[in-house]
């Protein structure tokens, strides 16, 4: 079967590639591979009743499937150049916040409208930040919600299905280059296309890595944030929270000099569970359905490790302390902040005994078994430092869940077009390593489908 564009992955990456392709050009014939099940199909089976944890499923229905990574995520469009990715180093920073923006257009038409766009910008935290040595990164942050973020992947598939054919449950195997394109194999299956976009984000990083090799296509890995999720009463957070919902704050530790930020902030939301190839961490999610929300706010407290030579797999280091938690906890680990400072670890009577009901129902231990001294040590400062801003947040019954880890896929070298060394392949949202976020992800891919229309055109 031939093709004009094949689209590997349909996160938000390969979704918006495809929506822009079928869009404008409605002439091309585009299909979309994908490793996970069709987003109906996509179910976890823990239930917290007959399966109380992760069954290692083999296509892991959080992570794959129709809507990708972000499919059951808290669906906040953070709508800056200051994080979530480095787009706009490929096509400068207007251009990348018109497509953000182009983007979040979209998703209003598609049933995110009536939902809150917050703004850090001139806000009063940003002064109570500044004087607690703490800094807020300026954004807009559309928040769709869990609940409203599937609805709005809903209508995207209903938009796209006859316009583009889709392959669900079939991972792609290998891309080989042809003349005049590209041969995609499905096991025994191929296809073969002009123009290829591949877009797998995190759960297709290790096979990214081998299309490269294969491919000889450039890349390098020398990034991973590590650290924890912490969990408290929403009212110890509802000063930020109520404001701009999400606010990314970054800390640079006075005993190291390392970096230290929030990340994925949840208010009244749950943490979860996420499992990238076989390794399970931590991770939250919230909704903007009022019945389903919590008493607790999450957040992740991440630590930036930037590795140099001779040392190239950032993403293998964080995954043995990944595993080490596993191994100690069979899972991931819990402790109170008071039981961390202490010194001991968290018992189930200890955490039963605290002013706050965990979200996740993981194993009391010690994190610091688990984490780095520096990283730890970290950790705790930026807690004290919160404090300030959010006094309680340094309470004894805070939980601390571990370990999250920020893997960053290895930057991929591709050129402004954000195409590779070979012509016609583009490689864009988090399986580049160039964006981190479903924004800057959704935002390369009505950018490459854009280059792909007019290197057609020519
Ligand atoms: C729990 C959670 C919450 C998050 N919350 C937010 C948030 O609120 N805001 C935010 O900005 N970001 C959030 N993120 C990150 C965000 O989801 C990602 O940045 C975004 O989904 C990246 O999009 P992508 O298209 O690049 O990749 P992905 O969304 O990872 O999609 C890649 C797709 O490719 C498929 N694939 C992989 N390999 C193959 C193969 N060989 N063949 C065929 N298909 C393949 C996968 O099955 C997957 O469906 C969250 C992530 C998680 C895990």
């Not at 090799?213 to 408290?232: F, Y």
Request: negative net charge.
């Amino acid at each position: 079967m031939k093709y004009d564009i094949i689209i590997i992955g349909a996160g938000p990456g390969g979704i918006f590639s495809a929506y822009e392709l079928v869009n404008q050009s409605p002439q091309l014939k585009v299909a979309v591979f994908e490793a996970g099940h069709a987003l109906d199909r996509r179910h976890c089976p823990i239930d917290g009743d007959k399966i109380k944890s992760c069954i290692g499923c083999k296509s892991c229905s959080i992570m794959n499937g129709f809507g990708g990574t972000g499919a059951f995520s808290d669906g906040k469009y953070n709508i800056t150049n200051d994080f979530g990715g480095a787009l706009h180093e490929f096509l400068g920073k207007e251009q990348a916040l018109d497509l953000m923006r182009y983007v979040d257009e979209i998703n209003m038409r598609c049933g995110g409208e009536g939902t809150k766009l917050y703004s850090t910008a001139d806000t009063r935290l940003k002064k109570l930040c500044m004087q607690n040595d703490l800094h807020l990164l300026d954004a807009s942050v559309r928040h769709l919600g869990t609940d409203i973020n599937y609805v709005v992947l809903e209508n995207l598939y209903a938009f796209l299905k006859d316009k583009a054919d889709f392959f669900f449950d079939t991972p792609v195997t290998a891309v080989t280059s042809v003349e005049g394109g590209y041969e995609i194999r499905c096991g025994d299956a191929s296809f073969t296309c002009s123009k290829c976009v591949i877009s797998v984000g995190r759960s297709g990083s290790k096979w990214m890595e081998k299309v490269c090799r294969e491919l000889e296509i450039p890349t390098e890995s020398t990034r991973m944030d590590i650290g924890v999720r912490v969990e408290l009463p929403a009212e110890v957070f509802s000063p930020l929270t109520d404001e701009l919902y999400e606010s990314k704050i970054l800390y640079r530790t006075k005993q190291y000099g390392d970096k230290v930020r929030t990340f994925c902030m949840n208010p009244k939301g749950v943490v979860v569970t996420e499992n990238t190839n076989g390794i399970i961490t931590v991770n939250g999610h919230s909704y903007e359905d009022p019945a389903r929300q919590t008493e607790n706010t999450n957040f992740a407290l991440l630590v930036a490790k930037h590795f140099s030579e001779p040392f190239k797999d950032s993403n293998g280091y964080g995954e043995s302390i990944a595993r080490l938690s596993n191994m100690l906890g069979g899972g991931i680990i819990v402790q109170r902040f008071g039981d961390l400072i202490r010194g001991r670890r968290s018992t189930p009577s200890r955490i039963e005994e605290a002013f706050i009901t965990p979200t996740l129902n993981a194993t009391p231990g010690d994190l610091s078994l688990v984490l780095p001294k520096r990283i730890l040590d970290g950790i705790i400062e930026m807690i004290y430092a919160l404090d300030k801003l959010a006094p309680g947040t340094a309470n004894d019954d805070t939980l601390l869940y571990g370990v999250e880890i920020k893997f960053y896929n290895m930057e991929v070298k591709v050129n402004e077009k954000l195409e590779s060394s070979c012509r016609g392949l583009y490689i864009i949202g988090d399986g580049s390593g160039i964006t981190h976020s479903l924004s800057h992800a959704s935002a390369s891919g009505v950018y490459v489908a854009r280059n792909i229309i007019s290197a057609l055109a020519e």
